[in-house]
């Protein structure tokens, strides 16, 4: 059974900084885009960060400075390095990939770590 397996969420004061780690385990064949998505109570989930098994790298504007995505391979794990943390970046942050596990390409899903920003 395949898991993602998120960590490092927790309180940051403002300007601060945070590491997002998600690991993937399980009986799979191959990942493709591994990405980081967050969800504010009452909000849709929305796209923070993605990382193509290629090297292909995107973040939507609000992050784009300030958050990094980087993914190893041999480890199977996708980081979120977070800097400058402002209070809106405050959601539950949820990784997500592509995977192949032998009966086709889907998407999966970690469990969600909160973050929070306050001072």
Not at 61 to 76: Q, T
Not at 89 to 113: I, P, R
């Amino acid at each position: 059974q395949v898991q993602l397996v998120e960590s490092g969420g927790g309180l940051a004061q403002p300007g601060g900084s945070l590491r997002l780690s998600c690991t993937v385990s399980g009986r799979l064949r191959n990942i493709f885009t591994m990405a980081w998505h967050r969800q504010i109570p009452g909000k849709n989930r929305e796209l923070v960060a993605r990382a193509g098994r290629g090297g292909g790298r995107y973040a939507v504007d609000s992050v784009k400075g300030r958050f990094a995505i980087s993914r190893d391979n041999a480890k199977n794990m996708v980081v979120l390095q977070m800097n400058d943390l402002k209070p809106e970046d405050s959601a539950v942050y949820y990784c997500s990939a592509d995977l192949d596990t032998g009966g086709g390409v889907s998407t999966y899903w970690g469990q969600g770590t909160q973050v929070t920003v306050s001072s």
